[in-house]
């Protein structure tokens, strides 16, 4: 489930004699559920995976969110003639936070932001 992105949610109470409002016995204390850093390293390992086979034509940047211009771009020149999807790939592996990376619609997704929002690779 994790790699799907789904969170659990707190489960409730069921049934014709129980309180829906009261939360179930045995349900996941919060320490031991999913959180967003947790969530973020399958998706670091899908987009370098697809940097890597497809990168030459945008699909980690679809992945990632991007507008379809990007991947038009990409596959006219060979992902800037395999250096932008070099690039792309140590951004991905070695930044801290990918959120500056989803739904960037700039071809050179590490030119646009502030300084305080994008850490360097």
């Given at each position: 489930m994790a790699l799907l992105g789904i969170r659990p949610v707190?489960?409730?109470a069921?049934?014709?004699y129980q309180d829906r409002a009261q939360p179930l016995v045995g349900?996941?204390?919060s320490e031991y559920r999913w959180s967003s850093s947790a969530t973020q390293e399958p998706k670091r390992l899908v987009a370098a995976t697809l940097a890597v086979t497809l990168g030459a034509f945008g699909a980690?940047?679809?992945y990632l969110g991007t507008d379809a211009?990007?991947?038009v771009v990409y596959g006219l020149t060979f992902g800037g003639f395999g250096v932008l999807v070099l690039i792309d790939l140590a951004h991905i592996l070695f930044?801290?936070?990918?959120q500056a990376y989803q739904a960037n619609n700039q071809v050179f997704m590490w030119?646009?932001?502030s300084?305080?929002?994008l850490t360097p690779p």
């Open positions: 707190r489960a409730l069921g049934g014709p349900a996941i204390p980690h940047r679809l211009k990007v991947p930044t801290k936070d990918l030119a646009t932001g300084p305080q929002r």
